[in-house]
């Protein structure tokens, strides 16, 4: 296996997956608080949605383009990748412009 030729997956899942887990892991703790009144307006929260959303969306096209490059064009996971990296983007400007200066929780 030629690591620079080569696209790694297992180190992209297994990273992406603890990404996801943590990203849960902060939204069941914001539920149990009260910060959940007020989470429209956290830079967190909109960091977090982009990067989850990023991070659910793109393993799939990853093990795709990995194993499946005969059987795929490559244009769908260009595609996915270029509008989920736009989504993620997305987030982050709302959060950076919507979110409150005073608290960054």
């Given at each position: 296996m030629n690591y620079f030729t080569e696209i790694q997956i297992l180190p992209h899942v297994i990273?992406?997956?603890?990404?996801?887990?943590?990203?849960?892991?902060?939204?069941?703790?914001?539920?149990?608080?009260?910060?959940?009144?007020?989470?429209?307006?956290?830079?967190?929260?909109?960091?977090?949605?982009?990067?989850?959303?990023?991070?659910?969306g793109l393993i799939p096209f990853r093990i795709l383009r990995n194993y499946y490059t005969n059987l795929v064009d490559d244009m769908v996971p260009l595609l996915a990748t270029f509008i989920l990296t736009i989504f993620m983007n997305t987030c982050f400007i709302i959060g950076f412009t919507w979110s409150d200066k005073k608290q960054l929780y």
């Open positions: 990273a992406s997956s603890c990404l996801i887990v943590a990203i849960v892991f902060y939204y069941i703790e914001v539920l149990k608080s009260e910060r959940v009144l007020k989470i429209e307006k956290s830079l967190l929260f909109w960091i977090s949605i982009g990067v989850l959303v990023y991070s659910i």
